[in-house]
Nanobody
Framework: QVELVESGGGSVEAGGSLVLSCAAS????????MAWFRQVPGKGREGVAL???????NYAGFVKGRFSISRDNDKNILMLRMNNLEPDDSAMYYC????????????????????WGQGTQVTVST
């Protein structure tokens, strides 16, 4: 049984940083396509960052240069480092996984991801 558990969300001021973590069990995140999505009430879920099974990454245009997706190989944890946060980054952030490889182009299609965490809330104030 696959389980993804996010943590690390919180409240920060604009310009601040957070590091989100996604602990995976029942799935080896090193050989799966893994991604971070986010969602605000009333809007659809949008892809933020992706890490393919070959280690290559890609990002949505609105986070490039500010966010970084990586994996802790020893602990099977997917991370999202978020710097220079903006109020528009406020959302529920979800970790997601799917098959071994995936197209790294954006936008990501959330319906193609089979595994989801419960989400962690990020709030950025002015």
């Amino acid at each position: 049984q696959v389980e993804l558990v996010e943590s690390g969300g919180g409240s920060v001021e604009a310009g601040g940083s957070l590091v989100l973590s996604c602990a995976a069990s029942g799935l080896d995140s090193s050989n799966h396509c893994m991604a971070w999505f986010r969602q605000v009430p009333g809007k659809g879920r949008e892809g933020v960052a992706l890490r393919n099974s070959d280690g290559k990454t890609n990002y949505a245009g609105f986070v490039k240069g500010r966010f970084s997706i990586s994996r802790d190989n020893d602990k099977n944890i997917l991370m999202l480092r978020m710097n220079n946060l903006e109020p528009d980054d406020s959302a529920m952030y979800y970790c997601a996984g799917r098959g071994t490889t995936c197209d790294r182009s954006f936008p990501l299609h959330h319906s193609t991801y089979a595994y989801w965490g419960q989400g962690t809330q990020v709030t950025v104030s002015t």
